[in-house]
């Protein structure tokens, strides 16, 4: 199809242990965003690129998270050293820019035990 | 500092009459409005967005109103069918001082009956 695809769409691990999020975008779309849903609220934003640069990274809760983009258009997010806080579903969206509807892929459910 | 609120959890409407979703914001700089879709286990999907220099946008049975002044929005759903149930969040960005990350809601849950 020609939306949004994450992969996994679950993961489990262990706490400690590193975790790899992997986002296909709509091909074309320029932006690209990370989201964190916790059960019951709306997404929260993480980080943004446009193109391959990371343009805002305000909302990773800590230097645990970090995201990467490297030719603009896969991007992937990793979560090191895990904690129980971060089991979550990690959604991510592409637009074509400023004005425009993001679109969001099914996410990732990651639990953390 | 919840900046999008959805006041109301949850609405349930008969099919076929008017569903009203609403959605209040404080900050001003807000210039892009969104709602979205989502049912279980699933994204949420794009339904309909405004700009601030609009106070109408209409999409097929789907309308949202602006109200600036009152910084309020509405989602109207006309006529409701039962495949019109799931999770609706509202959405906003200042894009013109922040960028397009997004702010949302905490979402309503509509239920349509039959």
């Known amino acids: 199809g020609a939306g949004v695809s994450q992969s996994p769409r679950y993961k489990v691990a262990k706490r400690g242990q590193d975790v790899a999020l992997r986002c296909d975008p709509i091909?074309?779309?320029?932006?690209l965003f990370w989201y964190q849903q916790a059960l019951g609220q709306g997404p929260e934003f993480l980080t943004y690129?446009?193109?391959?640069?990371?343009?805002?990274k305000s909302g990773l809760p800590s230097d645990r998270f970090f995201a990467e983009r490297p030719e603009g258009s896969v991007s992937t997010l990793k979560i090191q050293r895990t904690q129980q806080e971060d089991s979550a579903v990690y959604l991510c969206?592409?637009?074509?820019?400023?004005?425009?509807?993001?679109?969001f892929g099914d996410g990732t459910r990651l639990s953390i035990l | 500092d919840q900046q999008v609120k959805q006041n109301s959890p949850s609405l349930s409407v008969q099919e076929g009459r008017i569903s009203i979703l609403n959605c209040d914001y404080t900050?001003?700089?807000?210039?892009?409005f969104l709602w979205y879709k989502k049912y279980p286990a699933e994204g949420p999907t794009f339904l309909i967005s405004?700009?601030?220099?609009?106070d109408k946008n209409e999409d097929g049975r789907f309308t949202v109103f602006l109200n600036k002044s009152a910084k309020h929005l509405s989602l109207h759903i006309v006529p409701s069918q039962p495949g019109d149930s799931a999770v609706y969040f509202c959405?906003?960005?200042?894009?013109?001082?922040?960028?397009?990350?997004?702010?949302f809601g905490t979402g309503t849950r509509l239920a349509v009956r039959p």
């Open positions: 969206a592409s637009s074509l820019g400023f004005y425009q509807p993001q679109h």
């Open positions: 091909s074309g779309h320029v932006s």
């Open positions: 690129f446009q193109n391959e640069a990371q343009l805002d």
């Open positions: 900050n001003s700089m807000f210039d892009y």
């Open positions: 405004i700009s601030s220099i609009k």
């Open positions: 959405a906003a960005s200042a894009e013109k001082s922040s960028g397009d990350k997004l702010t």
